[in-house]
């Protein structure tokens, strides 16, 4: 019986974009928040391979075909005094997990955070995802109980930003 092909990781490319905004669309599917997945390929364009990058991204590729993606920049730790790697989304296709395709874009990741000199590498994840959290549990990763995520945009953003003087 022939085994899966391996997956292939290599950086994303500017050719990408349709391929990065349709992945992106099948994890907010996935999540259950399709409605908050309004990024364009024009703002991808300048987010990942504009002047000053914002993200960088990984494609996990199988056979030629782009079946899961690692979007994640840079954070720093005012503790350590040294930078992190934050992972914004991981992402594989239904019909390609279980092969090791997210272990390996996780490897991937830690391997460029270490090469970096980065101090940590983080991620969240929603509560519900029990999948996902065994996923991470198996690769060693600790939960920060103590601390939960914050987060302001929309309205409450806007105005915050007006009581700025």
Wanted: proline share 7%; charged share 25%; net charge negative.
């Amino acid at each position: 019986m022939p085994s899966d092909p391996a997956p292939v990781l290599r950086p994303a490319r500017r050719e990408d974009l349709p391929l990065i905004l349709a992945l992106i669309a099948e994890l907010a599917d996935y999540e259950r928040l399709a409605h908050e997945a309004v990024a364009t390929e024009a703002q991808l364009q300048e987010a990942l391979f504009g002047p000053a990058p914002a993200a960088e991204v990984v494609i996990a590729e199988v056979d030629g075909h782009g079946v899961g993606f690692a979007l994640f920049f840079t954070s720093f730790s005012t503790f350590l005094g040294r930078r992190g790697l934050y992972l914004e989304d991981l992402f594989v296709r239904p019909a390609f997990r279980g092969r090791g395709i997210g272990r390996r874009l996780m490897a991937h990741l830690a391997r460029l955070a270490v090469e970096r000199g980065y101090g940590r590498f983080e991620w969240s994840v929603l509560d519900w995802n029990a999948p996902a959290l065994a996923f991470y549990r198996g690769l060693g990763a600790v939960p920060q109980d103590d601390w939960t995520v914050q987060r302001l945009s929309g309205e409450p953003l806007r105005a915050l930003a007006a009581r700025a003087d």
